[in-house]
């Protein structure tokens, strides 16, 4: 058998069926922008490997971090130990952080990193003698993992329904509805204000992906919801979460999404925005935990993060049991955290908030004119994200064919053609993807997806 046919007859893909699984290609290297397939043939990689390669694969910076750190420890347990690389990450973490958030738990995975921030929620009110407050209120539209506390906190009519069997109830509020450059609108607001009030009591923390919703609902909102959501967790006793593994690391424009939150002008295409005036973080909207993953290490390696305050890290340990009680095998793996370090190194070196403009100003240029065609039901744009929500995708030939034609890797899902290209990528790559994005979208509508299938 050749790699591709064994691939085919025994190996699961993410979302697809071992019986009728879509193709796949068969990757020998990458560098920068570009996948290098086993046949010669290269693809711009318009989806950053599902959002997590910002400074291009293969950097040799983060290479070179791990090939030093692998000649001295690949792993020990941390418990009962600590290594240089995770202090050494804890510490750039709490530099960039938002003020306060300097207490670092270490996670494998995105997913692990949001159950650890509900615990953490959790355990917090436990310790303050209110083991009832053990809910979480989420937003409808929000994704936030595939594991079973992080499905149950995700948008409840979702990928994740054939699952609700083994999901413990949580609460859900509507999904915000005022776009990210529409005028504020103080009733989107209402639907969290009412589950907080019938809850009240119940309730450990609310949770949502800053600015933008991703992998259920690809949607980019008015940062003044956040600042509402604050003061009504504050007015309610309850803990507020913001989920950036997806959004963080400049990919809507600045360092983190939630510092949208901090003043209104007006850029230079005239639209009204919210802008953060310090990219430290200090005078912004602060969550009490928050979640950093995906371009943590440059998507070299998997690694992600949970980041709480003094007041929720300093409750729990002074609360029974004083420990918290979560531990993953391979927390604050070395490898990992010394490509999250050489990461983190590149981010502060290079002017990501600049690039990722360009990347906006390009994509708004070409994408935005196919507003109002046929099967085209919305464009959005924001930082180095792009969104053409459709009636429905193309058949899946079609997309192939896009793919090939263009050179561009894209993994459109549900109603949406997308790219979150990654941060490097210059003028003439997002041209090639705008290109391949409008050819995908200007094509023919693909059959209705049959009841239960899903389509990512």
Known sequence: MTTLEYDRAYIWHPYASLNN???VREVASASGVNLTLANGKTLIDAVSSWWCVAHGHNHPAIVEAIRRQSEKLCHVMFGGFTHEPAVELAQKL?????????RVFFADSGSI???????????????????ERNRIVALKGGYHGDTSLCMAISDPDGMHTLF????TQQFFAEKPSCGFGSDW????????????????????????????????????YNPAYLAEMRAL???HGVLLIFDEIAAGFYRTGPLWAHQWTNRLCSDATGMSRPLCPDETGVGCLCPDIMTVGKALTGGHITLAATLASEKVAETISNGRPSAFMHGPTYMANPLACAAACASLDLFAQTDYAANVAKIEHAFAAGLLPLKGLP????VRVLGAAAVIEVERLPARHDIERVIDKHGVWLRPFGNFIYAMPPLISNGETIAKITMALADLALSKPGPAPTDGDFHE
């Open 233 to 235: 967790c504050d007015a």
């Open 21 to 23: 699984p879509p193709p």
């Open 113 to 131: 990193s949001v159950e650890v921030a509900c615990k953490m929620a959790v355990q917090y009110h436990v310790a303050l003698g209110h083991p």
């Open 375 to 378: 099967n085209v039901t919305d």
């Open 94 to 102: 709490a530099a960039i952080a938002p003020a306060g958030l300097n």
């Open 185 to 220: 609108d103080p009733t989107d607001i209402a639907s969290l204000t009412k589950v907080l009030e019938e809850h009240d009591g119940e309730i450990a923390a609310v949770i949502c992906e800053p600015v933008f919703q991703a992998a259920n609902a690809m949607n980019f």
């Open 164 to 167: 609700k069997g083994i999901m």
